[in-house]
């Protein structure tokens, strides 16, 4: 008993500050957790604060990492922005430098926000960084999104794990200004339709990828 009000106690806290619940609401909860439905209430609400936790601390670690963190991590409201001017209401959308999937997960919201449905979109993504891929991997899953985000992590450019993708959005937020990005090595690129990339920058060659 004395667990179980620790757990109504965390869940009081976590939720004023997550989901600014009413007083009354949380009054109710409170009192649901001792029916006969609180092993239900109390694995959905995990649920909840996983999602929650999650979202907040690695946008926590992308602030700390500054640059570094960014690399697999763009903040929510700019992500929402560029879901709300594509509205991916259906078709195959891709991401090729996906980091922790959160262009995916937007989407998703948007759908359903929308009363669209979620099975009218299909989500392909990429990403190199093989830390980062596994994170978008959990984050698609603890959300229930089915995405194909390659056989393995790998760079967009050398390695496309999607070439004969032909997607309705284009929904990303590459890494700009790299100057390593190996474009030495595929000057004869089938991609570079608009002018070959310079070597020392990567932006010319996303734009066109």
């Given amino acids: 008993m004395r667990f179980l009000l620790q757990i109504q106690e965390l869940l009081n806290l976590l939720l ?16 649901y957790l001792y029916s006969q439905y609180q092993q239900i209430i109390l694995v959905v609400f995990v649920l909840i604060l996983v999602l929650l936790l999650y979202e ?34 259906e078709g195959q959308i891709l991401d090729p430098a996906c980091g922790s999937g959160g262009m995916f997960c937007q989407s998703a919201r948007f759908v359903k926000e929308h009363q669209g449905n979620i099975r009218d979109i299909s989500i392909f993504g990429q990403e190199s ?15 229930q999104l089915e995405a194909n985000l390659g056989r393995h992590n790998a760079d967009s450019f050398h390695d496309d794990q999607h070439k004969m993708l032909k997607a309705n959005y284009i929904l990303a937020n590459p890494p700009f200004n790299v100057s390593d990005w190996g474009g030495e090595r595929l000057q004869d690129d089938i991609r570079w339709k608009y002018g070959i990339p310079p070597v020392g920058n990567a932006n010319f060659a996303w734009l066109q990828h």
């Fill in 56 to 89: 907040y601390f690695l946008s926590k670690f992308a602030s700390a990492e500054g640059k570094l963190g960014g690399e697999f991590y763009t903040p929510s409201c700019i992500v929402r922005t560029l879901v709300e001017m594509i509205e991916p209401f």
């Fill in 16 to 31: 004023k500050i997550y989901l600014n619940y009413e007083v009354k609401l949380l009054l109710l909860l409170r009192r």
């Fill in 129 to 143: 960084n093989p830390t980062t891929w596994k994170l978008a991997k959990m984050n698609l899953a603890i959300r």
